[in-house]
């Protein structure tokens, strides 16, 4: 059985990864923090959130003894943070300055590797914080990073769709080009080595664009030689799967997609036992607690959802667990319940319980008999509540309008559409300009972007052909007359 326990609501924006230590929880946004909770309580520490990065934080992971976090973000550095008091330990600054887009930490605590935008990884010993060498694939964006669990080699995957596998020295041992097409999202090594007279295994699981999730066995010849051979591909999930994690005894896979769902195998059989299914949009963040059977999943809903996972399917393998099987014995920050990210995604009963929260239980039964859903709610008018509600109190009217137009200021900022955010910052933009590079930015963001980062574009890392920028009056009418209409 599984089960959902809490959602954390603090992220402003969507949560692009999580990371369990053995007592601790981390998430990060692009709202360009990261933010760092007690895993027996979900409760936030006192120094959390950590705001030490300019732009979003694309991902973030622990040492292996807890004692630090790294974080790395488009403002193309990777910060290693003290989980003791919260401050900046170092922080180190991609060679190139391209956006790092991934990093990982080998589970030996020894070795830091950071991938790029541009294609470039950095390899840092992170003992002394210091870059050892540098390597890379052009023309392409490391998305994906995972240290095998011998702490020798580590694997990469890219939005060209390769994973690849590579030594200390940054030399390519082996190379699947062709590993999912459109590009991949995720990869992560299991936890276990394999051992035989001639030849020691691993497994990885990565996913991708294809909507696929797949998991791989590399063979090391005691040659020197390396082999990697298509174990299982599983088509469980309906769009792109974006994260991909194994437990950390390697007996179960989870995987998050753009169809919203969360699916946990069991690694082995490869048996779907669980979907989850509580979030509102894409899936891009999963982990597993390494010293409890709970699990962590993000996404671009701005909630991290805490689920435990009972020994055992007890009659629930291969079935959906839809938001009604959640369990809330978590309050504060973390609750449950009515989630809709905005108003109008509400249904007759969200409205109905809104009502009866706003003291307004008398309209329940007039407002079922007329269907009205969160699009109706906000589309309510003085005239329609009087001619087809028959509503004829004036202050009775008067209230019920009020009350929606609180509902539309407290959701201003909940479903803003994704062309009318900045690239860059990720917030809502006053003063859009087009750029050489054909994207939409505030005018400030892609100003100071172009003072510090050589010229290059923050979305494709190619140079900007002219630092010209074009005011965008047509998105600027657009977002003006979205912020009107809310």
Known sequence: MASLICTLRDHQDDVNWCAFSSKLLATCSGDKTIRIYKSHDFSELPFSPLTGHGYSVHCCCFSPCGQFLTSCSTDATVVVWSMVSGDIEAVLEHPGRSPVRICALSPNSVHLVSGASDGTLALWDFPSKRLSRTGGVSDTTMVACSFSPCSQMFMTGSTYGDLRLWDLDLNHLLAEKNAHDLGVSCCSFAPSILSGSQVVQFRVASCGQDCQLKIWCINKFSSGGFKMVLLHSLSGQTAPVLCCAFSSDGKLLMSGSVDKSVKVYDANTVALLYTLNHHERYVTACAFSPTSPLI?????????????????????????????????????????????????????????????????????????????????????????????????????????LRKVEELKS??????????????????????????????????????????TKNRSSPMTNLPLLTTLLTPNHTLKMAISRWKTSQ
């Open 296 to 400: 962590a999943t993000g996404s671009m809903d701005k909630t991290v959802n805490i689920w435990r996972l009972e020994d055992g399917c007890s009659g629930q393998c291969g079935k959906s667990l839809p938001e009604e099987s959640a369990e809330t014995p978590f309050e504060g920050t973390a609750t449950v319940g009515r989630s809709k990210l905005l108003v109008a995604d509400w249904s007759e009963a969200d409205v109905s319980e809104w009502l009866f929260e706003e003291g307004l239980e008398g309209l329940v039964e007039k407002f079922k008999a007329n269907n009205i859903d969160g699009t109706e709610l906000l589309s309510l008018t003085k005239e329609t509540l009087a001619s087809e509600l028959g509503i004829e109190s004036v202050g009775l009217r008067s209230k019920l």
């Open 410 to 451: 407290d959701s201003v900022c909940s479903g803003i559409p994704d062309e009318f955010l900045c690239p860059i910052t990720r917030e809502l933009m006053r003063d859009p300009v087009i750029a050489a590079d054909g994207y939409s930015y505030e005018r400030e963001a892609i100003e100071s972007w172009i003072n």
